[in-house]
């Protein structure tokens, strides 16, 4: 499984874009990239998956370079409920997803 | 929109006590997962389970752990003889197929064991 880092915490203003990095150097040919979102006390929430270039739906961004090393979640205007810990996962379609510590993103009026 | 539910949402229990943890999938979902979150700590896989068989388990689902889907419905965990360090929140997950499909999860139920 392909081990993944990203910074331990984060903190935004109310309306500004929040980008969040997360590094996954041996990374494998048929994994994909998948990012969740927890508040406190509820379950793990699905926010996007990719696997190569950009990702965009509803709610996020997601960018992938080339040598897919690293993969970028961008929340445009957040507000003050996107505080929760966000999650990078790395796996393959056969695989089951292992979780890593995540980035607790702090929201601030 | 179809949940994933879980029951009960709070279980306190006596050190050595067998626990059974219910889950209710979402219908027609194919895969499903137990987690467990430490308090303050990250979320941790325990096992998948597909077509009633577990497909794979971490290394923390040991002989005191045992999961089934008794009736098509119903997705158990039974822990048998809690210890201290099994008090966590508990996630029941599910999946109509594994890949690119998100995993949902349900409300958790907090486990205290005393």
């Known amino acids: 499984l392909a081990k993944t880092t990203q910074p331990i915490s984060m903190d935004s203003y109310e309306g500004q874009e929040v980008n969040i990095t997360c590094s996954h150097n041996n990374i494998a040919t048929n994994d994909y990239i998948t990012w969740y979102q927890q508040f406190p006390s509820q379950g793990p929430r699905f926010i996007i998956q990719?696997?190569?270039t950009k990702v965009t739906n509803e709610v996020a961004s997601l960018f992938i370079p080339a040598d897919r090393k690293s993969s970028t979640l961008s929340l445009p205007r957040v507000s003050l409920s996107d505080t929760a810990v966000y999650y990078c996962?790395?796996?393959?379609?056969?695989?089951?997803?292992?979780f890593g510590a995540g980035t607790r993103l702090t929201v601030k009026p | 929109e179809p949940e994933v539910t879980q029951t009960p949402s709070h279980q306190v229990t006596q050190m050595g006590q067998e626990v059974i943890l219910r889950c209710v999938p979402i219908?027609?979902?194919?895969?499903f997962y137990w987690y467990r979150q430490i308090l303050g700590q990250k979320v941790e896989f325990l096992v998948s389970?597909?077509?009633?068989?577990?497909?794979?388990k971490s290394e923390i689902f040991d002989d005191q752990f045992s999961v089934e889907r008794p009736d098509g419905s119903n997705f158990t965990l039974k822990i048998r003889s809690t210890k201290l360090e099994d008090s966590a929140m508990y996630f029941c997950?599910?999946?109509?197929?594994?890949?690119?499909?998100?995993?949902?999860f349900g409300p958790g139920t907090r486990l205290t064991v005393l």
């Open positions: 996962l790395v796996a393959a379609r056969s695989n089951d997803m292992r």
């Open positions: 997950a599910s999946r109509y197929a594994r890949g690119l499909d998100e995993q949902f």
């Open positions: 389970f597909y077509n009633n068989e577990i497909s794979e």
């Open positions: 219908s027609n979902h194919l895969y």
């Open positions: 990719g696997y190569k």
